[in-house]
């Protein structure tokens, strides 16, 4: 009998570009559990009927799991299994348990209605982290027990996306407009415009923001560097560095309107 089985590569030959994504970052720890010297594996009969060995390793698993042809009561076991050994052995099957999700959570968000100024990297944290949570407190006896993990992602991103855009109709509204209308002058009033990098200085002298900061708002918002790159250059996680830069703009804005509210 033929067995669906996806060959992965090791997790040293993956691109490096999937170290910048939270998804690439969970699948490469998955798939060193399934490929290491002692590969993680479960019990083949939970989402095979006819197996060819006793157990497989995880990614294995995992790919007939997804597989459309998979009978939902084989897919019901293997989760419930899962989720179990996630709760009452902890590491290394919290990952597994969060990494079989994996395949999925790229279908939902190829689907979603991303803001443009919402970084992908972001809305997959989100997603982690919301099935990471419900994986904590799921109960083993519900029914369709991998639904609550999906729809908690779900429900985060959705969240996170209609955050992205009040946020940005405020930072039209309050940050944006301020910003546009000091830029139309020099901060010291000598009839020339003033660019963005000029008033971010000004900003730094008056000390509103520090120079790291202003290099990450000129950097990101200006230039258009992505903020997952930046946050491998600088050693913080992608959320951190919104959080920050979240935090800086809001002490530029009210410096701005409080610069126009003198003019």
Request: aromatic fraction near 4%.
């Amino acid at each position: 009998m033929h067995h669906r089985h996806q060959a992965h590569r090791p997790a040293s030959t993956r691109p490096e570009s999937a170290l910048r994504s939270p998804l690439g970052e969970l699948e490469q720890a998955f798939l060193a559990l399934a490929h290491s010297a002692e590969p993680l594996t479960l019990p083949a009969h939970l989402v095979c009927d006819a197996p060819d060995r006793a157990a497989w390793p995880v990614d294995r698993v995992r790919t007939h799991l997804a597989h459309p042809s998979t009978r939902a009561d084989l897919r019901e076991q293997t989760w419930r299994e899962v989720v179990r050994r996630a709760h009452d052995l902890g590491e290394p099957w919290d990952v597994v348990a969060v990494a079989m999700t994996v395949p999925v959570l790229r279908r939902m968000l190829a689907r979603l209605a991303r803001p443009v100024h919402l970084e992908r990297a972001e809305v997959e944290q989100e997603a982690l982290a919301a099935v990471a949570t419900a994986l904590r407190t799921v109960d083993l006896g519900v029914e369709r027990l991998d639904r609550e993990l999906f729809s908690a992602a779900d429900r985060a991103v959705h969240r996170l996306v209609y955050a992205a855009r009040r946020r940005a109709t405020r930072e039209t509204g309050a940050h944006a407009a301020p910003f546009d209308r000091l830029c139309a002058v020099s901060p010291e009033d000598s009839g020339e415009p003033a660019d963005e990098v000029t008033v971010l200085a000004h900003a730094v002298s008056a000390r509103v923001v520090d120079m790291a900061e202003a290099r990450l708002i000129a950097r990101t918002r200006l230039d258009g560097e992505s903020m997952s790159l930046l946050s491998v250059e600088r050693g913080v996680s992608v959320r951190q560095l919104y959080r920050h830069r979240r935090a800086a703009e809001q002490n530029l804005a009210a410096f701005l309107r409080g610069r126009l509210q003198e003019r």
